[in-house]
């Protein structure tokens, strides 16, 4: 229940911000702290993800919906998967509700703006919330699996 509770919560939050910033910020109103870190709310309907950001694969709107359902149901099976099977702590439950927070937002966006409101300048790129969801839950991912490798090794060794 509090995983559910965490998750509705970070999607609440980040949904809040964006209509905020998008009723009342949009024309022209930007704050830099310093050449690396501002407030650029810009909504991004061109380089929608990863895959067209990145990897330049230029995918449609419905392509990268269709990518969102799927990884909201990927993240949902690896989630119960690995929970079943596997020693499990608080890093794997903290990884899990920022990367489903973060996947949701993003299918929201895509369905309600056509694109991803950003709004935070983070050393050239401009960022939302969720941005920072999915980053925070790929680096407690891996943490998991090192401790978890780690976890492992020291079980086997005695």
Same mark, same amino acid.
């Given at each position: ?48 993800? *990863? ?7 230029? &995918?449609?709107? %419905?392509? =990268?919906?269709?990518?969102? !359902?799927?990884? /909201? +149901? ?45 709004? *935070? ?7 939302? &919330?969720?941005? %920072?969801? =999915?980053?925070?839950?790929? !680096?407690?991912? /891996? +943490? ?15």
């Amino acid at each position: 229940m509090k995983r559910k509770f965490m998750i509705v919560a970070l999607i609440i939050f980040d949904q809040l911000i964006k209509h905020i910033i998008f009723l009342n910020f949009m024309e022209n109103k930007k704050y830099f702290f310093d050449r690396r870190f501002g407030f650029v709310p810009y909504l991004n309907k061109d380089q929608l993800s *990863i895959f067209n950001n990145e990897m330049n694969l230029n &995918l449609s709107l %419905f392509t =990268l919906i269709l990518i969102n !359902i799927a990884s /909201i +149901i990927i993240i949902a099976y690896l989630y119960n998967y690995i929970k079943k099977r596997e020693y499990t702590n608080s890093l794997f439950e903290n990884a899990f509700i920022m990367l489903t927070a973060g996947v949701v937002c993003s299918f929201i966006d895509k369905i309600t703006l056509g694109g991803s409101l950003d709004y *935070i300048l983070f050393f050239k790129h401009i960022h939302d &919330l969720k941005d %920072f969801y =999915l980053y925070i839950g790929f !680096i407690l991912i /891996i +943490i998991y699996m090192i401790t978890n490798l780690i976890h492992e090794k020291r079980s086997k060794g005695n």
